[in-house]
């Protein structure tokens, strides 16, 4: 349980930056307030998009379920409070490409009027798989900024035992310290929350990694630690090094053990969870309360009242920057996430998301692209404090070629644009931009090739299919001439008609031969009529007669 | 003497039964180069390059029929990688063949102006439009190669060319702009490649 027990190791490069911590501890998490309209949008996790179970126009309770989990690499989004959906549409949300996606919009009702929840009493009683059930319908995904499901992670697998349980308190990235709060105030949930995921994993052991630059919240763990009794969870304290916070980072730090290239945690027996998603998973299974909203920080020289407030997901930001005092001076930028892997907002009307840990109002644009980038001196500054042993440079010759075949011999993949190597640059060089910018490029060619590799196939069945359609017609046509040659037998079709016609007059005439046909109406005729009949017999005959003489008569001669 | 000669036929029927049992065993189907040519070339199928599909100017390149240059949907990118296949020098994209186009595009029915009259079905080389005669007609955008083909046979102009949606799962990263860089690194940057 103590620290100066456990052995701790290092991670190559890293930096030691300006904390900025101070400026948003220095008052409680403030409580939550309900803002005038909630944006929710239905991705805000890595996975599919959740799927939309209301209408436009329904009434909605807080933690009712709004959108279910699409697929298995998804979760459920919850109604952060209660209120009336004012629409399903399409909103900027906050995202690096500034893109609209579909948001559910919640009208609040000012109630804050609850579903029923479910608590199931002991988590003991439940087995780690109904633990993981409850996990994704609550809604939980990796707090620490990447936004994973968490049930997901908490599931090894059969063939695979948990030997670690890495517990990321580290919070390295300056300014942000929504979980340093979150230690110092909720220690004993934080506690709680890892036992569960310790039983859903049954993993045996865990591990607290916590920087050395938060005496009160390790102080506060540690108290939390001892109350609930000696057991198998560790509390350790790390040097204050960016990026300890780093998932990969914090393992080796922890254990000495390194996690393979374009591999996961879990392949060496290590799985690792931020503790803010502890407190949540505490949340879900005691009290059955789904992730509605989380602690986010509010820092920079651009906020009157920095601090760490609880803040429903889905509220807008510059509603929560007004609820807080607003802005002070002149705000130049404004970003989502650490200075050093956060990203900067177009605009302040968007809503805080599941993943959003911190809000930076900066009075001087920090990392603006390109404009200052001087040529590089190949000083290797960059590869000296790279934390994943790349070579920067090499990678930035590569992505600046678009070279993207060679780029992945250099392992651009291991990067985990910490932005170490960018801060380092003397010539000012946006490095991560470039990996940032490889990395997409090389998953768009890879669709590309699945795209065409699947549109060859179609083609190609579909050659296949007019093939077969051609020999199918061919083979029906060849059979009906076959048909009509067997019947023809012998005898030519002139013949054959002919013959048809002999058939048929043969049969009229036996027909005939039967019931003679007589007319009636020249029976009982009178002299005066039989006389008319034959001046009329005798007239046609006359007729019949004249017509023979002429040439083309040749009907009546046959 | 004897002796030699038996041998070597000995030898010779030895290495003929193995070359060809091997020949059977390792049998490979179709041209293993016109495979290669055609997975890199971008399956649009669209005959812009004056050949009924990808297959058969893969095929044209590997008699040597057909140059590299003559796919506009795959354009530099896909000459290049044909050139380093190749072993041949890269060139341009030949106009005769079209303009490599900007942005990727699909084709959408206007529902309302389709009368079914089934010519665009028969013009997809995917198998992307969906429809019966006299019935409405759709595209499924997703199996969409945007190779246009449906557009000239339609009797009633009631397809259209728009471009594809960039979704967050799309989304790339902008370069950061190499303009803005000096360029001393540009020459650098070349001459490190």
């Known amino acids: ?558 | 003497m004897l002796t030699a000669i038996i041998t070597m036929c000995a030898l010779a029927a030895v290495f003929g039964l193995i070359l060809g049992f091997v020949a059977v065993k390792f049998h490979i189907e179709g041209d293993p180069v016109v495979n290669k040519v055609d997975a890199l070339l971008p399956q649009t199928q669209c005959g812009q390059c004056g050949y009924p599909g990808c297959r058969p100017y893969a095929e044209a390149i590997t008699k040597g029929e057909a140059d590299i240059n003559q796919c506009p949907p795959g354009g530099e990118a896909t000459i290049d990688a044909l050139a380093d296949l190749l072993g041949v020098d890269s060139k341009p994209l030949n106009p005769e063949n079209g303009t490599e186009a900007e942005t990727k595009t699909v084709v959408i029915i206007d529902e309302e102006i389709c009368i079914g009259c089934t010519l665009c079905i028969q013009a997809c080389p995917v198998d992307a439009i969906l429809g019966a005669a006299k019935q409405m007609h759709t595209v499924i955008t997703d199996e969409c190669t945007g190779c246009d083909l449906c557009i000239p046979p339609c009797p009633v102009e009631c397809i259209y060319i728009v471009p594809v949606k960039t979704e967050l799962t799309t989304w790339k990263w902008p370069s950061p702009d190499a303009n803005q860089i000096p360029v001393e690194i540009q020459q650098n940057g070349t001459g490190t490649k």
């Open chain 1, 1 to 558: 349980m103590s620290s100066n027990k456990s052995k701790l190791w290092s991670f190559p490069g890293g930096l030691h930056l300006p904390g900025h911590k101070e400026i948003s501890t220095r008052q409680a998490i403030g409580k939550n307030f309900i803002p005038s309209k909630l944006i929710l949008p239905l991705q805000q996790h890595i996975g599919e998009p959740s799927e939309v179970i209301i209408e436009t126009g329904d009434r909605v309770l807080k933690g009712q379920v709004i959108a279910r989990a699409n697929g298995y690499v998804s979760v459920p989004l919850h109604a952060p409070t209660s209120g009336v959906i004012s629409s399903i549409e399409e909103c900027a949300i906050p995202h690096p490409s500034g893109l609209a996606a579909p948001c559910i919009i919640i009208e609040p009702d000012n109630k804050d009027e609850w579903i029923t929840l479910d608590k199931p009493g002991s988590y003991k009683d439940l087995d780690p798989s109904a633990l993981r059930n409850r996990i994704r319908d609550a809604g939980i995904v990796g707090l620490g900024g990447a936004g994973f499901p968490s049930f997901i992670k908490l599931n090894p697998g059969a063939r695979t035992a948990v030997d670690e349980l890495v517990i990321n308190a580290a919070e390295c990235e300056p300014y942000i310290t929504c979980d340093d709060m979150l230690m110092r105030e909720l220690a004993d949930e934080i506690i709680q929350g890892i036992r569960i995921m310790q039983h859903a994993l049954q993993a045996r052991r865990c591990l607290i990694g916590i920087e050395d630059n938060k005496p009160q919240a390790y102080e506060a763990l540690s108290n939390a630690l001892r109350e609930s009794g000696k057991d198998t969870i560790e509390l350790i304290s790390i040097p204050t090094i960016y990026p300890a916070g780093g998932e990969k980072q914090l393992i080796k730090v922890l254990t000495g053990k390194e996690s393979p290239s374009q591999g996961l945690p879990l392949d060496i027996g290590v799985v690792c969870q931020n503790v803010g998603t502890a407190q949540a998973v505490y949340q879900a299974i005691i009290n059955g309360k789904p992730l509605i909203s989380r602690i986010m920080t509010l820092t920079g020289e651009g906020i009157k009242q920095p601090g760490n407030h609880e803040v429903l997901i889905g509220t807008p930001v510059d509603e929560w920057i007004q609820h807080c005092g607003g802005y002070q001076d002149s705000v130049k930028q404004l970003v989502m996430g650490g200075p050093m892997m956060g990203f900067n907002l177009a605009t302040d009307q968007l809503p805080v998301l599941k993943t959003t840990n911190c809000l930076l109002a900066l009075n001087e644009a920090a990392n603006s692209p390109a404009i200052n980038a001087m040529p590089c001196i190949r000083c290797g500054a960059c590869m000296e404090v790279c934390p994943a042993k790349l070579l920067p440079q090499q990678l930035y010759w590569q992505a600046f070629a678009k070279d993207f075949d060679k780029i992945q011999d250099y392992k651009l993949f291991d990067c985990i644009e910490c932005g170490c190597c960018s801060y380092v640059c003397p010539s000012q060089i946006p490095l991560v931009q470039y990996y940032r910018f490889a990395k997409t490029e090389i998953w768009a060619q890879e669709r590309d090739k699945t795209k065409s590799d699947h549109a060859r196939d179609r083609h190609e069945f579909r050659l296949e299919r007019l093939e077969k359609e051609k020999q199918e017609r061919e083979e029906r046509m060849r059979k009906k001439k076959a048909a009509l040659q067997a019947k023809k037998g012998t005898t030519n079709e002139k013949d054959a008609k002919k013959d048809a016609i002999a058939d048929a007059l043969a049969r009229v005439k036996a027909k005939q031969k039967q019931n003679p046909a007589e007319s009636k109406n020249i029976d009982n005729l009178t002299d005066e009529q039989q006389q008319k009949i034959n001046d009329i017999e005798s007239r046609r005959q006359k007729q019949d007669s004249s017509t023979e003489k002429q040439p083309d008569s040749n009907k009546t001669a046959e």
